[in-house]
């Protein structure tokens, strides 16, 4: 599957009425927040697109929250807005079409990039419309959204994402399309698929805690490095399937947004025998490298 390399950047800005201290920047009221959506790509040769609508993104400031139990229920998802003590901010509210399967390999959509009060977010809302899949032969099937237009899909950010006083905090939103757009019928060719079930799965991953794995899938013919289009790269934690990516037409690939910590990696490509890291080591704010070379097989 092609994909393109396409990266751009929308800025929504949001001013609230609160003052701000003009003497240490640590005593400000105001912070910032930036949000980035990315994808932990679909691995289908037969699916163009993947796209959504992002309409509106807000958060929950824990330090501000009221009415913590009505918010978990989702009693007063519908009243947030005319209700002077919700602890939910108003990020972005502006239309921003995402073709998902261009946020591979450390490319990013920029949602947010706005003004906010000072606290720990917890918890963030993306309401979505407008879900569509293309095939590459042109058929498309537009998806029903279950509840992220009316009251937008939850997501928690664990650790919170604290903003502070005249500082920036940094979210990234990773959308996993191979498990939000399940194929109905038979997915191995066009005649097959009858359609698509959405069922939104987004991880939210801070910035400052978490790292980055990047490298290059390759093999040798003839003492030269040829690289490898295609490879499944799994990423595993304590023996469990954290995310899942695909090296490009160079052969490189790029997972952002894990959480600090060991990870074995494993690499399986049909025609080349398996090769697997263990013990890879992601630290907070960096890029760990790691490549794979494949050989093939007899």
């Known amino acids: 599957m092609k994909i393109k390399n396409l990266f751009i ?15 240490d920047d640590s005593q400000n009221e105001m912070g910032k927040i930036t949000v980035q959506l990315t994808d932990a790509p679909f691995p289908h ?42 602890p939910f ?16 390999n450390g490319n990013t959509e920029t949602l947010v990039n706005t003004a906010v009060p000072v606290g720990t977010y917890d918890l963030i809302r ?25 009251t937008g899909i939850k997501v928690f950010i664990k650790p919170g994402l604290v903003v502070s006083g005249g500082l920036s905090a940094d979210l990234i939103l990773d959308f996993d399309v191979s498990k939000s757009f399940i194929p109905k019928g038979n997915g191995k060719d066009f005649s097959g698929i009858t359609g698509f079930n959405f069922k939104p799965v987004i991880k939210a991953c801070n910035k400052s805690t978490s790292g980055t794995l990047s490298g ?5 013919q003839e003492e030269t490095q040829v690289a490898l289009e295609g490879a499944p790269v799994e990423i595993y934690a304590a023996d469990t399937l954290n995310t899942t990516t695909y090296s490009d037409e160079m ?4 997972v ?35 490549d794979f070379e494949m050989i093939a097989i007899p």
Do not use: H, W
């Open 9 to 23: 950047a929308l800025f929504a800005s949001l001013f609230f009425f609160m003052s701000c201290s003009d003497g």
């Open 45 to 86: 040769d037969l699916v163009a697109e993947a796209n959504v609508v992002v309409f509106k993104v807000d958060a929950r400031n824990k330090d501000g929250m009221m009415e913590m139990e009505d918010e978990m229920e989702g009693e007063s998802d519908s009243n947030d807005e005319e209700n002077d003590n919700s």
């Open 89 to 104: 901010v108003t990020l972005m509210e502006e239309e921003i079409k995402v073709n998902l399967l261009e946020l591979i």
């Open 126 to 150: 993306v309401y979505v419309k407008g879900v569509s899949i293309v095939l590459t032969d042109g058929t498309t099937f537009d998806l029903k959204v279950p509840s992220g237009e009316q």
């Open 216 to 220: 290059l899938i390759y093999t040798t």
């Open 251 to 254: 052969g490189a690939y790029k």
């Open 256 to 290: 952002l947004g894990l959480t600090a910590g060991t990870y074995d990696v494993v690499v399986a490509l049909d025609g080349y025998e398996m090769n697997t890291a263990e013990g890879i080591q992601i630290s907070a704010a960096n890029t760990t490298t790691q």
